[in-house]
């Protein structure tokens, strides 16, 4: 059973940085796409940053200009490189690969997440 296993969450102050990382115990084949949720208290899980097999990239507004998603296919890794945090950035991250597999049919894993955690 193939794990996601996430790190690189905390705690630091408004204007800092972190970079998550999020890498897979054993291979994956066939991934479509590779992406970073998250979810704060009280509120649904969120789509943030989302890469595509060929590399493309798409963000939430909120986190445009500060946020880069990136991916290394050779080592089924994908990274979340967050700048300029906000206290509204304050959540749990998950990380999500998404697989395709036969007769056009998907498959979601997901990491444990991972607490990212933004004071003012």
């Known amino acids: 059973q193939v794990q996601l296993v996430e790190s690189g969450g905390g705690l630091v102050q408004a204007g800092e940085s972190l970079r998550l990382s999020c890498a897979a115990s054993?291979?994956?084949?066939?991934?479509?796409?590779m992406a970073w949720c998250r979810q704060a208290p009280g509120k649904q899980r969120e789509l943030v940053a989302v890469?595509?097999?060929?590399?493309?990239?798409n963000y939430i507004d909120s986190v445009k200009g500060r946020f880069t998603i990136s991916r290394d296919n050779a080592k089924n890794t994908v990274y979340l490189q967050m700048n300029s945090l906000k206290p509204e950035d304050t959540a749990v991250y998950y990380c999500?690969?998404?697989?395709?597999?036969?007769?056009?049919?998907?498959?979601?894993?997901w990491g444990q997440g991972t607490q990212v955690t933004v004071s003012s």
């Open positions: 890469i595509t097999s060929g590399g493309s990239t």
């Open positions: 999500n690969i998404n697989q395709r597999r036969g007769w056009g049919s998907r498959y979601d894993y």
């Open positions: 054993g291979s994956i084949s066939s991934i479509n796409t």
